[in-house]
């Protein structure tokens, strides 16, 4: 499978986005998908995941109230609602996949990456 991430930009504080994650090569409906995040000079981190059927998620503390992630496997996209962007949200997003029904916000879990985009938040 082949992952694209898109929907990044430049918003103020406080502002909202929403990233998508589009897959092709495959259908989705059997991949976990987590998005993960890298600042500059910062290690990559896990930001929120998905189950395969898209039943459960899980969120890392400093997101949660303000991130929601879903997914339409039937347009074999995953997505990302953003509100209340803080200037700490500023990163490239990435969003990685794999099979199967475990899903974990650690990095080495998953084979397969999009390339990212660009979150800026400004104060």
């Known amino acids: 499978v082949q992952l694209q991430a898109s929907g990044g930009g430049l918003v103020q504080s406080g502002g909202s986005l929403r990233l998508s994650c589009a897959a092709s090569?495959?259908?989705?409906?059997?991949?976990?998908i987590t998005w993960f995040r890298q600042a500059p000079g910062k290690e990559r981190e896990g930001v929120s995941c998905i189950s395969a059927s898209g039943g459960t998620t899980y969120y890392k503390d400093s997101v949660k109230g303000r991130f929601t992630m879903s997914r339409d496997n039937a347009k074999k996209t995953v997505y990302l609602q953003m509100i209340n962007l803080k200037p700490e949200d500023t990163a490239v997003y990435h969003c990685a996949g794999q099979v199967g029904s475990y899903y974990t916000l650690v990095r080495e879990w998953y084979a397969y990456w999009g390339q990212g985009t660009q979150v800026t938040v400004s104060s």
């Open positions: 090569g495959a259908t989705l409906d059997t991949y976990a």
